[in-house]
């Protein structure tokens, strides 16, 4: 079984969305009915795909802490699905990605709307606008499910500074990551902390902390979570580069070599850099970030990566990280089947193949 299955949590999450979207629903439809399309596009968004690793790690690290099980908890933690798919929606429109999960991207989606319907104006500003309004409707709402899950206001006072810093670390990464790309900065020392801050403490070290501040967790157990989360959530966003690059388009649900094409600068692009030859570093940073780079130039460029060592030494970076992330655990008291989850999660988080 699935980590994420365990509690029947990923069941229980969906529940939650499901019931919370089916209002906002309603509630969008009171307003106007053009924005059934709206409404339609973040529940196929929301609920139709994506690992529930976050509230999983959040809910595992309350129970960790001694929380006892309710849907209340549930409830809230699952408004973490809503600042994923805010930071999503509009990381797809930042790199022009086509595709995620396989299906048209918001921007991209609604850019089809304006096409098909043959309204005025340019189609691919309409599907821009509406890829950052539907990110920020996510962002609000994410505010809203956790403010209205039945929390009593101890517990919220507790989770809102976590929830808080944790949306500000994610939308300053992704800025970073923008900054880096146009800058061409390739150190390493600039890869690794858009890498911690774009996602490492927002998949697996806030939503810790945000479990632990529900529980009402002690200092050492707020410590330990911190002490794995960091480097687990780095070692996530590396095989995520992994798969960027030489990941299977049927199983990552986006073309092989996007990052390539987007010219994300990425600790393995930022250790091939570091260790090839001068040819390869040329051809390298030469193509690196060409949106028309074909299969032929992303074949090419995997095997500059390649032949360098930086797939090999990021695969033991990602091992490394997580051996650190699995060890933190050993240093705190949790509940047994917590702890189990934890590092089922740590597991399934770093050797994904999508």
Sequence with gaps: MSPVDRADLRQRVDKALTEFLAGQRVRLAAVDDALGPVAEAIEAFVLGGGKRLRPAFAYWGFRGAGGVDGDQVLTALAALEFVQASALIHDDLMDRSDTRRGEPAVHRRFATRHREAGWGGDPDGFGDAAAILLGDLCLVWSDELLHSAGLDLWSLARARPVFDEMRTEVTVGQYL?????????TSMERASKVARYKSAKYTVERPMLLGAALADA???VRTAYSAYGLPLGEAFQLRDDVLGVFGDPTLTGKPAGDDLREGKRTYLVAAAVEATDDAGRELL??????????EQGVAQLREVISGSGALARTEQRIVTLTDAALAALTAVDLDTEARQALVDLAIAATRRAD
């Design 177 to 185: 990551d923008v900054l880096t790309q146009v800058t061409g900065d």
């Design 218 to 220: 002690p200092e050492d």
């Design 285 to 294: 940073l030469g193509r690196l970030g060409d949106p028309n780079l074909d």
